[in-house]
C-alpha cells in the first residue's frame, strides 16, 4: 500500500516555474511507478509524465516534453516535476499516482492506478 502526499502548487504568471513534490509512503516502492496526471477545469484527467522508481525511466507527454522534468529522490521517497515556462494552459490540479502497470496503458485506458493524492492546484495567470 501507498501514501502519496503532494506539494508545491500554487500561482504563477505565465512563463514563470513551479516544483511539485510527491513524498511517497509505503512498501515496495520500487515496484512502482510515480506519475503525475492534471485536471483542468470541466477537462478529463491527463496524464503528464512519470518515473519508475526501480530504473529510472522517465515519460512525457508532447505538450509538456522540454518544459517539465520528473525527478526522483530515493533516499528522500519523493518524486518531483519541475515545471518551467509555465503556461495558461497548464492550470489545473496536478495529482501524483502509484501504480505498477505501464504507463502507456495507465496513460491510454485512464485505469489501472493503484493510489492516488489529493492533489496539488496549479494556476497560471497570463
Known amino acids: 500500500q501507498l501514501q502519496l502526499v503532494e506539494s508545491g502548487g500554487g500561482l504563477v504568471q505565465s512563463g514563470g516555474s513551479l516544483r511539485l513534490s510527491c513524498a511517497v509512503a509505503?512498501?515496495?516502492?520500487?515496484?512502482?511507478?510515480i506519475g503525475w496526471f492534471r485536471q483542468a477545469p470541466g477537462k478529463e484527467r491527463e496524464g503528464v509524465s512519470a518515473?519508475?522508481?526501480?530504473?529510472?525511466?522517465?515519460y512525457y507527454e508532447d505538450s509538456v516534453r522540454g518544459r517539465f522534468t520528473i525527478s526522483s529522490d530515493n533516499a528522500k521517497n519523493t518524486v518531483y516535476l519541475q515545471m518551467n515556462s509555465l503556461k495558461p494552459g497548464d492550470t489545473a490540479v496536478y495529482y501524483c499516482?502509484?501504480?505498477?502497470?505501464?504507463?502507456?496503458?495507465?496513460?491510454?485506458?485512464?485505469?489501472?492506478?493503484?493510489?492516488w493524492g489529493k492533489g496539488t492546484l496549479v494556476t497560471v495567470y497570463s
Open positions: 518515473i519508475g522508481l526501480s530504473d529510472g525511466n522517465t
Open positions: 509505503g512498501s515496495t516502492l520500487e515496484e512502482y511507478t
Open positions: 499516482a502509484g501504480f505498477k502497470n505501464t504507463w502507456y496503458f495507465v496513460r491510454e485506458s485512464r485505469k489501472g492506478i493503484d493510489y
